[in-house]
């Protein structure tokens, strides 16, 4: 058997086991699943496009769901969003976002366009206080609010600077050494600070090409700041992916991880494929989660085909085998959600009649059980979906088998299925040249463990294309060399 290694259209197009192309194919340890399709979650729309989405967990380890448009904030409240707005609501810039972080039992919300927001219990939105800043990136760490590229505390409008809250609270924003409430700039590098994420207990914030690490040492300086060695950085923090001990993230030039020393590129297989696909003028729009159950990142990105700049194809790593996948869906936001689950006072609200149900939900999915987590993102319908329906269609594009100097017979063809699809065929090319060009002529639908084909040629390729839940390890082609007894 030729174990299946991953979505690697950078390597050597006859290396063992590569993807060329896939669709719908996620990498997990020892296989390649089909993508579950997406589920309407119940909640119905929100105001317009989705500017942020989140989960944040209070002290007692609950969860609470948040959402943003251009003017509004929302919590999920049972099968639907409640809004959670300020009075006057909010007014975003067209590129503004909104970020969430948890304070003890405080949950914040920051964006450029609006007072950094608190909200406590069933309450609505409200500015921290008078003097909080304007922030476009937040975090909590050290018993402290940190945000950055920031708008007040008297400095302006300050696209390179960061600030930390007092000691133990989220409305103390007065400088004073008593309180360690305190603020700095990053100016020996150009461009704003366009991430900043707690790793264990420092604070890394991101320009474009440029990385720093705050560490805390108390009053007077409170937090000890230094650049990290050279010039990588991120294009915006949804781009950056915390793992709990790393984070990975793109640059501008690769995919790295980080682990508090120096970032290390991943060596991507399908690098060169990513930054030839991706708009660049998008970069910034990159939106990624983190699927702590699976251990895989899904980064969505503006391909150069998008229409109107939308996020359209997401790549797909898992940091357990370093292998990668992808997949095609228009989103406008991203994250790892915890379901909510139905039960018989919800399931109304959320869907008219019985037959509106969503159909072929095995009884293990997440769809069912609150409290599990799953991905979610918003579609451009405004409405959230979580990603835990049956797999519908899904294709792998292998490699090239074969052999320049000789013709080879291609006979059949066995998949290392451990779940096997509902039903699945094969499109096989072949070429006798250098396998510059491949003629696509037969095709095979699998019967009694095998795709049966008979040709010969000196390169053989093959589209496997699956319906329903599927996971595969390998394949078998059995292949023999022309002229020899």
């Given at each position: 058997?030729?174990?299946?290694?991953?979505?690697?259209?950078?390597?050597?197009?006859?290396?063992?086991?590569?993807?060329?192309?896939?669709?719908?194919?996620?990498?997990?340890?020892?296989?390649?699943?089909?993508?579950?399709t997406p589920i309407d979650c119940g909640l119905g729309a929100i105001s317009g496009a989705a500017r942020g989405f989140a989960v944040t967990r209070k002290l007692d380890s609950s969860a609470r769901v948040f959402c943003g448009s251009d003017t509004k904030l929302y919590e999920q409240s049972g099968g639907s969003w409640s809004d959670k707005s300020k009075a006057g609501n909010y007014t975003l810039g067209p590129d503004d976002r909104w970020r969430f972080a948890q304070f003890g039992d405080i949950s914040l919300a920051a964006a450029k366009g609006s007072t950094l927001q608190y909200i406590d219990g069933g309450a609505t939105f409200l500015d921290c206080s008078v003097s909080a800043p304007k922030a476009a990136i937040v975090e909590t760490i050290n018993n402290?609010?940190?945000?950055?590229?920031?708008?007040?505390?008297?400095?302006?409008?300050?696209?390179?600077?960061?600030?930390?809250?007092?000691?133990?609270?989220?409305?103390?924003?007065?400088?004073?050494?008593?309180?360690?409430?305190?603020?700095?700039?990053?100016?020996?590098?150009?461009?704003?600070?366009?991430?900043?994420?707690?790793?264990?207990?420092?604070?890394?914030?991101?320009?474009?090409?440029?990385?720093?690490?705050?560490?805390?040492?108390?009053?007077?300086?409170?937090?000890?700041?230094?650049?990290?060695?050279?010039?990588?950085?991120?294009?915006?923090?949804?781009?950056?992916?915390?793992?709990?001990?790393?984070?990975?993230?793109?640059?501008?030039?690769?995919?790295?991880?980080?682990?508090?020393?120096?970032?290390?590129?991943?060596?991507?297989?399908?690098?060169?494929?990513?930054?030839?696909?991706?708009?660049?003028?998008?970069?910034?729009?990159?939106?990624?989660?983190?699927?702590?159950?699976?251990?895989?990142?899904?980064?969505?990105?503006?391909?150069?085909?998008?229409?109107?700049?939308?996020?359209?194809?997401?790549?797909?790593?898992?940091?357990?085998?370093?292998?990668?996948?992808?997949?095609?869906?228009?989103?406008?936001?991203?994250?790892?959600?915890?379901?909510?689950?139905?039960?018989?006072?919800?399931?109304?609200?959320?869907?008219?009649?019985?037959?509106?149900?969503?159909?072929?939900?095995?009884?293990?999915?997440?769809?069912?059980?609150?409290?599990?987590?799953?991905?979610?993102?918003?579609?451009?319908?405004?409405?959230?979906?979580?990603?835990?329906?049956?797999?519908?269609?899904?294709?792998?594009?292998?490699?090239?088998?074969?052999?320049?100097?000789?013709?080879?017979?291609?006979?059949?063809?066995?998949?290392?299925?451990?779940?096997?699809?509902?039903?699945?065929?094969?499109?096989?090319?072949?070429?006798?040249?250098?396998?510059?060009?491949?003629?696509?002529?037969?095709?095979?639908?699998?019967?009694?463990?095998?795709?049966?084909?008979?040709?010969?040629?000196?390169?053989?390729?093959?589209?496997?294309?699956?319906?329903?839940?599927?996971?595969?390890?390998?394949?078998?082609?059995?292949?023999?060399?022309?002229?020899?007894?």
């Amino acid at each position: 058997m030729i174990p299946f290694v991953g979505f690697a259209p950078d390597s050597p197009p006859e290396t063992p086991g590569i993807f060329t192309d896939c669709k719908n194919i996620l990498p997990s340890l020892g296989m390649f699943v089909a993508a579950p399709t997406p589920i309407d979650c119940g909640l119905g729309a929100i105001s317009g496009a989705a500017r942020g989405f989140a989960v944040t967990r209070k002290l007692d380890s609950s969860a609470r769901v948040f959402c943003g448009s251009d003017t509004k904030l929302y919590e999920q409240s049972g099968g639907s969003w409640s809004d959670k707005s300020k009075a006057g609501n909010y007014t975003l810039g067209p590129d503004d976002r909104w970020r969430f972080a948890q304070f003890g039992d405080i949950s914040l919300a920051a964006a450029k366009g609006s007072t950094l927001q608190y909200i406590d219990g069933g309450a609505t939105f409200l500015d921290c206080s008078v003097s909080a800043p304007k922030a476009a990136i937040v975090e909590t760490i050290n018993n402290q609010v940190f945000v950055c590229d920031i708008n007040g505390m008297g400095f302006g409008d300050d696209v390179t600077r960061w600030a930390c809250s007092a000691l133990g609270s989220y409305t103390d924003w007065t400088p004073a050494v008593s309180t360690q409430c305190t603020s700095g700039q990053l100016l020996d590098s150009p461009g704003p600070i366009t991430a900043g994420k707690r790793l264990g207990d420092i604070m890394v914030m991101y320009k474009a090409k440029a990385m720093y690490v705050a560490e805390y040492v108390g009053a007077p300086q409170v937090w000890n700041v230094r650049r990290v060695p050279g010039d990588i950085g991120a294009p915006c923090n949804e781009a950056v992916i915390k793992t709990g001990t790393a984070h990975f993230f793109i640059g501008s030039d690769d995919f790295y991880v980080f682990d508090g020393s120096r970032p290390e590129p991943l060596n991507s297989p399908c690098r060169n494929w990513f930054f030839n696909n991706v708009n660049q003028a998008y970069l910034y729009k990159t939106c990624g989660t983190f699927d702590y159950i699976n251990q895989r990142i899904y980064w969505w990105f503006v391909s150069n085909s998008s229409a109107g700049g939308k996020l359209d194809k997401c790549i797909v790593y898992n940091v357990k085998s370093n292998q990668w996948g992808r997949m095609d869906c228009d989103i406008e936001y991203v994250a790892d959600y915890v379901s909510s689950g139905l039960t018989y006072t919800t399931i109304g609200s959320a869907y008219a009649t019985y037959n509106d149900l969503p159909t072929g939900i095995s009884y293990n999915s997440p769809f069912w059980t609150s409290g599990s987590s799953v991905i979610a993102y918003f579609k451009t319908d405004h409405k959230a979906y979580q990603m835990s329906g049956v797999a519908g269609e899904s294709k792998i594009t292998t490699g090239h088998y074969g052999d320049n100097m000789q013709f080879s017979t291609i006979n059949r063809i066995r998949p290392r299925f451990i779940q096997s699809p509902t039903n699945s065929s094969l499109s096989y090319s072949h070429s006798n040249t250098d396998a510059s060009s491949f003629v696509t002529n037969l095709s095979s639908t699998y019967a009694n463990n095998w795709y049966d084909l008979v040709w010969s040629a000196r390169w053989h390729k093959m589209e496997f294309t699956y319906n329903g839940a599927m996971a595969i390890s390998g394949f078998d082609p059995i292949l023999s060399p022309d002229g020899v007894e």
